[in-house]
């Protein structure tokens, strides 16, 4: 078994409390959702995203309640990408409210090709998923690239099929690795700040372990990521992996 703290991955010695803990407060807070004053939460007028909030909220190793979407339109009749941020509302999770909003304000040439890339803090619920794939479909000439930092309720067999469901419509689904984030970094967010540049080479085991969890959740396998809290409700990440299908696919795919 691989364990791994959201502070630190060395620390004393611990004893994991009730599984999955730490999920309750992420999920009750992204139900009850925030308004849309984006500056406040972290996106300049500018729509770049500060750097305090990319670094807090694309950590991989803690579980953070916001879900921001940094994205990239591009459209085969303008050479020219359009690159910005959001994040949920009170009543929609950021994939609706892009769909509802910032891609019909920008579509002009129902016949252009678009090029969507998603950089997202969390995983689409299987709710969002339905209807991206809705939207997908009605939109034959769009295709759409996810980057995602978390697995949103990784276990919920409704948010695992509606993943499976995106990928078997070409929805390309990854877990952001490490030139990601820089790219991330140098594309979205606020330079006017104290840090130049940033590197999360830390973030590497929970980069692998999420992405082993995705490849579990495309091929249909059982889960390999347990997520459960110390008794400072701290996360703890266990990769377990017990099943000798799981052993096989795991060992033939390639986290990064």
Not at 123 to 145: A, H, M, T, Y
Request: neutral net charge.
């Amino acid at each position: 078994m691989f364990l791994l703290s959201g502070i630190e991955t060395e620390r004393e010695k611990h004893t994991p409390v009730k599984q999955d803990t730490a999920w309750e407060a992420v999920v009750k807070a992204m139900a009850t959702g925030w308004n849309r004053d984006h500056e406040s939460r972290g996106i300049t007028k500018g729509g770049k995203i500060s750097q305090e909030t990319f670094i807090d909220t694309y950590d991989p190793s803690v579980l953070r309640r916001e879900q921001y979407m940094l994205y990239e339109i591009k459209w085969s009749n303008n050479k020219r990408p359009r690159q910005s941020c959001c994040h949920s509302t009170q009543t929609e999770h950021a994939e609706i409210y892009f769909l509802e909003d910032v891609f019909q304000k920008q579509r002009s040439d129902p016949s252009a090709h678009c090029f969507i890339t998603w950089f997202v803090s969390w995983s689409p619920c299987g709710d969002c998923c339905k209807q991206i794939r809705d939207f997908l479909k009605e939109q034959p000439n769009v295709k759409l690239f996810i980057y995602v930092a978390r697995i949103y309720w990784h276990k919920r067999e409704i948010n695992r099929q509606g993943l499976r469901n995106l990928m078997n419509i070409g929805v390309s689904i990854r877990v952001m690795y490490l030139p990601v984030y820089r790219y991330c970094w140098r594309t979205f967010v606020d330079k006017e700040d104290k840090y130049e540049d940033y590197w999360p080479r830390h973030f590497a085991p929970w980069i692998m372990l999420y992405s082993l969890e995705l490849q579990s959740i495309l091929q249909n396998i059982p889960s390999c990521l347990e997520v459960s809290s110390d008794e400072n409700y701290t996360p703890v990440f266990s990769l377990c992996v017990e099943d000798e299908e799981q052993k096989r696919a795991l060992t033939s795919a390639n986290p990064y």
